[in-house]
């Protein structure tokens, strides 16, 4: 039904709908499911969301290897204290974590796209439904907007770090999310995929480089940092700043930049902070 | 180009932290242990490349247990298995090995039975969750357990994959792809259908004869 962004927006302008619109009907075409049950698959993907997202934020869960844990309690405790950032951006911050750390211990959650990134989407649009006193149904719209994203993405790129580094996997879940939440605020899909294009252009060419090759470290603060990114590149959308190179072509940047990437900076823990004295120490202590 | 469910995109739901560390393993262990059959006492894992390396910290070692004992990668008592199979006196080794020109993230499960033979199977786990199997018992093959599959071997001869896929035409279920390979008379045939069969026409295919094996995968992709 649609392959590219320019699809996606044509589509969307042709019928008079949303993204999120737009992909339940080509689930729907596709699955040969009713809406019903596609939403309400879609609302358990949100539970799942929902639990991984919380469960640390008041509770210190460490990983099976021991490398990282208590991240997400330390950040939500520390929230309301005199913060640059303020207890919004810290509160997601600490979600992003709790997922993380629940995806290292062994806990369940929703790869989104990877479970690596599987941090940022829910903090994302748990954030802005405490904030916005969103229901549940809109943020399992706004899942059907991040799916249609996401999908355009892994269609025309990649969404592996051993593929096209860490702005392929924390990159597109920060797009995903940042496409989301310009349709939860209304905004229009052209601002939808704009805020994805900056969210992808913010980190361009970041490297995936896990200490011991364990999805941890630095993918815990990439998933913090993640869900930052998909805030400020959705307001950037809509206040409607100039969104010079077209989404389509953003993606494709991205994938060429992967691509160009050498071997040690994807996945393979030879490189970036894997390969620092620090990060050798630590994998030696670890692994054996 | 091929058309992405929403829930590819958004999933799979499993448990942490890989989905090709953790959840494949656990579906390799599934698959493995439906290939091999029950009533086994110990299995030994030999770890190739990334999961010889990496096994302890994404636990791959409790998944592929967990996956032994039956589990899908979302169920979260993966990171329980252990004490659950001792529960069952199941018992379990882990051995780093080189399994030569492999994929990466391979492994190889012998199966140990008290009155039958060892019974070994070797895959891969090949990224978001996906598996491979590549070799049942010294014979290569490649199926990757998305589809219900029946896996039969049987004394090659006449008529053999005749009689088989007319009882699955029978049945009304549509043959996705097909593949027989042959060891000197040993045929094994595997095949993948674009639906589940039920216990009838399975055991109509048992009952034809001279089969030497055959197990059916009835998997659900979720
Ligand atoms: S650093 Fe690598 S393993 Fe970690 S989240 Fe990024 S892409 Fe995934």
Partial sequence: MFNTGKELLNLCEEKNLKIYELVIEKEHTLSGLSYDE?????????????????????????????????????????????????????????????????????????????????????????????????????LVNALFTAAGIGEIIAKNATVSGAEGGCQAECGVAAAMAAGALVEISDGSPSQALNAAGFALTNIMGLVCDPIAGLVEYPCNLRNASGVVNAFISADLALANVDALIPFDEVVEAMYKVGKALPESLRETALGGLAATPTGKELEKKVIK | ???????????????????????????????????????????????????????????????????????????????????????????????????????????????????????????????????????????????????????????????????????IADAEVNIASMKVTRDRDDATMICEMDSQIDEDTINNISNIEDLSYIRFINTKRS
């Fill in chain 1, 38 to 138: 596609i939403k309400s698959k879609m609302k358990n993907t949100l539970e799942v969301m929902k639990n991984s997202a919380t469960q640390a934020l008041d509770k210190e869960i460490i990983s099976v290897s021991g490398l990282t844990g208590g991240n997400s309690k330390k950040v939500e405790s520390y929230k309301n204290n005199k913060t640059f950032a303020g207890p919004f951006i810290n509160g997601a911050m600490a979600k992003a974590f709790s997922t993380s750390e629940v995806n290292a211990s062994m806990g369940k959650i929703c790869a989104s796209p990877t479970a690596g990134a599987s941090g940022i989407l829910p903090s994302a649009l748990l954030s802005a439904q405490e904030k916005m006193d969103l229901t549940d149904e809109i």
């Fill in chain 2, 1 to 167: 180009m091929k058309n992405y469910s929403s829930f590819d995109v958004l999933g799979p739901i499993m448990v942490g932290p890989s989905s090709s560390h953790t959840a494949g393993a656990a579906r390799l262990g599934k698959i493995a242990s439906e290939i091999a059959g029950q009533g086994f006492y110990k299995v030994e894992f030999y770890l190739h490349g990334s999961f010889a390396k990496t096994y302890k910290g994404h636990g791959t070692n409790k998944a592929l247990v967990a996956g032994i004992l039956g589990f899908e990668p979302d169920d979260e008592r993966l990171r329980d298995s252990f004490d659950i199979a001792k529960s069952k006196s199941i018992d379990y080794e882990f051995i780093e090995s080189d399994l030569g020109y492999v994929h990466p993230n391979t492994v190889k499960l012998v199966f140990k039975y008290l009155n039958n033979d060892d019974f070994y199977v070797i895959g891969s786990s090949i990224g978001g969750g996906s598996i491979v199997i590549i070799n049942i018992n010294g014979i290569e093959i490649e199926f990757t357990g998305s589809y219900p599959t029946i896996i039969v071997k049987y004394k090659d001869k006449k008529g053999m994959i005749s009689n088989i896929t007319s009882i």
